[in-house]
């Protein structure tokens, strides 16, 4: 058996190592596609959250401030205690449920470790514009949601070196299952022509939405087609009870748009379908000219007022600007222009 020096083995693996990058890097541009990976690149994606607090940014959030970013973000959707508004996610409660027939996993009664909170939120909240919270704004809602489950007192305040030291109801009832994995034959004969296969999508990517329309015979839409066809029972519905002409429905052109309709279009399509696509939280539904009108009746200066500093009434909750703080008023003017205009 030869026998090398450790040095020399050292740099050996580093030069393999060094070369093996250098030569992955260099092949997607070698082959006309991608480039390489900034560092800054790597990290704006590599923001994992460990049970043990590593990845969790510098920062801190109480639970009374958290209080007021999720009435002002979270409540439209999962409601003022976590209760969840229509079939939206119920976040509080369910404890001694899981061996039910119909269990309710929620952070309390079914989450394993507080971070998975923390990078859900950081990743995917709130639902319009995720990626939009700041890290003190997701300390305090991670922080406000341990709360509601009465897993931290009401004066706790969450911060980067004590996240990791909480622990949650279920955290045992996670293990390593150590079951020999399965693994499916694949398909030699009789398979699905690719070129045939159609790859369908949700609400621009972001979820099934069907199954949020009165009526739906779908436990789950899921892709717009399957939304559109249940609009149209709808349409057919309200027509059969009187509350709509379909003939004329489909037969009126629709009025020209003005130019702040215009402009709004695209402020509609990334900010404002997602809840007035479905009616979410009471929101009227986009093209509904029965549900609108009642709302265009208070004057546009009413409209405007609740969509940028938020509205709670009997008919729903709409939070300031739709939970998009980001945008411009004249923005929010020109969206709600745009679905104004569109729902007459």
């Not at 510098?58 to 639970?63: F, R, Y």
């Not at 509205?311 to 739709?322: A, L």
């Amino acid at each position: 058996m030869f026998k090398l020096p450790k040095a020399v083995c050292v740099a050996s693996l580093v030069g393999t190592l060094a070369f093996s990058v250098g030569q992955l890097a260099y092949a997607g541009e070698k082959f006309g596609f991608g480039e390489t990976a900034t560092p800054e690149q790597i990290a704006g994606w590599d923001i994992d959250i460990r049970p043990d607090g590593k990845g969790l940014p510098k920062g801190q959030g109480s639970v009374a401030d958290g209080e007021a970013v999720y009435e002002q973000l979270c409540a439209t959707c999962h409601g003022l205690f976590g209760e969840g508004e229509g079939r939206w996610p119920v976040l509080a409660g369910g404890q001694d449920t899981l061996t039910d027939d119909r269990p309710v996993k929620t952070v309390g009664s079914y989450w394993p470790y507080a971070s998975t909170l923390f990078d859900y939120i950081r990743r995917a909240m709130p639902f319009t514009a995720p990626r939009s919270l700041t890290d003190e704004q997701t300390y305090q809602l991670t922080a406000y949601v341990l709360y509601l489950n009465e897993i931290v007192d009401e004066d706790f305040v969450l911060t980067d070196e004590n996240l990791a030291a909480i622990e949650m109801p279920n955290q045992e009832g996670f293990f390593v299952d150590t079951r020999p994995d399965v693994k499916n034959a694949r398909c030699m004969k009789d398979c699905a022509d690719p070129a045939k296969l159609v790859v369908t999508g949700t609400l621009q990517g972001i979820t099934p939405v069907g199954h949020f329309i009165e009526g739906a015979d779908a436990p789950a839409a899921s892709h717009e087609a399957q939304e559109e066809l249940e609009r149209e029972k709808e349409h057919q519905r309200k027509a059969a009870s009187g509350h709509e002409d379909a003939a004329q429905a489909a037969t009126e052109a629709p009025a020209p748009l003005s130019d702040a309709a215009l402009a709004g279009q695209s402020v509609y399509n990334n900010a404002c379908q997602a809840c007035h696509n479905s009616g979410i939280a009471g929101s009227p539904k986009f093209g509904d000219a029965s549900a609108w009108a009642p709302r265009i009746k208070q004057g546009m200066d009413v409209l405007m007022g609740h969509a940028i500093n938020g509205f709670s009434g009997e008919s729903g909750i709409m939070p300031p600007k739709g939970g998009r703080v980001d945008l411009s008023d004249q923005q929010v003017k020109d969206a709600v222009a745009y679905m104004v205009e569109s729902s007459k």
